[in-house]
């Protein structure tokens, strides 16, 4: 059925990939987006910075169709999201996948097991070649000897490193990570950042990436956007959000705390 002549169309600049268009949502009471308008383009990196509970999650989920808007528009690699039902997902699932906060691995399923997931639910049955691209996926987050631990028996960071490798397994065009340095040492961190590097520059993978480290965003960054009060508050390279003279960003930046107030 063709759409009717009012049906807002996605941006006309083949560059770009997403776009979230003057997104509201809100639970209950709560006005949790209060206007959201984000564009990337093909092979950009992201930041997504901003205090707890602003809607930094809700934003991300929104792009992948786990969470629809109230009002305003969400589209991907051409395709209107906020759109489609939930039977039509599956060709947003492929081009984007995300790592989810806690990784929401699967406790009853070994690192190998989870890593394998998405990309056996994607098609590939060959097994010899879905071991060879889990052993891929585990070496860029450094965890190719730990294929046969569950999940209950690694620690934090370790579970973080196997949801990363769930995300970047399946090849997306776009991956959303939701705080993949949190609960990292230095070192661990710094992998994480040099494989998002990494999958920019070889893959020309575009990605989202909610972080609250500073020293990441430098190293990873070609903007960041900081969401505030329901909407983008800021958005700019990283000098120029370090040299931004907006309090609430340099409260923020700087770790203040009366960046809520
Ligand atoms: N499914 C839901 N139902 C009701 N409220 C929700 C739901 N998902 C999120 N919220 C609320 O929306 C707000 C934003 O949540 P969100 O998880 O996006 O915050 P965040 O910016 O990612 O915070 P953090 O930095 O702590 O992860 C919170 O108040 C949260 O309680
Ligand atoms: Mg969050």
Excluded at 97 to 106: K, N, T
Excluded at 193 to 222: C, E, P, W, Y
Excluded at 236 to 251: C, K, W, Y
């Amino acid at each position: 059925m063709a759409a009717p002549a009012s049906s807002p169309t996605p941006s006309n600049d083949a560059d770009v990939f997403i776009e979230l268009r003057d997104v509201h949502k809100r639970f209950g009471k709560q006005e949790i987006l209060c206007g959201i308008n984000l564009t990337l383009k093909h092979g950009e990196t992201l930041c997504l910075i901003g205090p707890s509970g602003e809607g930094k999650t809700v934003t991300m989920k929104h792009i992948i169709g786990l969470i629809r808007p109230d009002s305003g528009d969400v589209f991907v690699g051409g395709m209107h999201v906020n759109k489609l039902k939930d039977r039509e997902m599956a060709p947003i699932r492929q081009k984007v996948s995300m790592l989810f906060q806690g990784a929401a691995l699967f406790d009853r399923m070994t690192v190998e097991e989870n890593v394998a997931f998405p990309l056996i639910e994607s098609g590939v049955r060959d097994k010899a070649e879905v071991k060879r691209r889990v052993l891929e996926a585990l070496e860029a987050v450094d965890l190719a000897e730990h294929l046969e631990k569950y999940p209950p028996a690694l620690s934090g960071g370790m579970r973080k490193r196997t949801g990363i490798a769930r995300a970047i397994i399946c090849r997306s065009e776009c991956i959303l990570y939701d705080e993949p340095n949190s609960g990292l040492d230095p070192i661990g961190s710094d992998i994480i950042d040099q494989m998002i590097l990494r999958m920019q520059k070889r893959f020309g993978v575009t990605s989202i990436i909610v972080t609250h480290d500073m020293r990441s965003i430098f190293k990873i960054a070609n903007r960041v956007a900081m969401l505030y009060r329901g909407k983008i508050h800021f958005l700019g390279t990283p000098d120029e959000i370090r040299a931004s003279p907006d309090p609430i960003v340099q409260n923020f930046i700087n770790g203040r705390s009366d960046v809520t107030g």
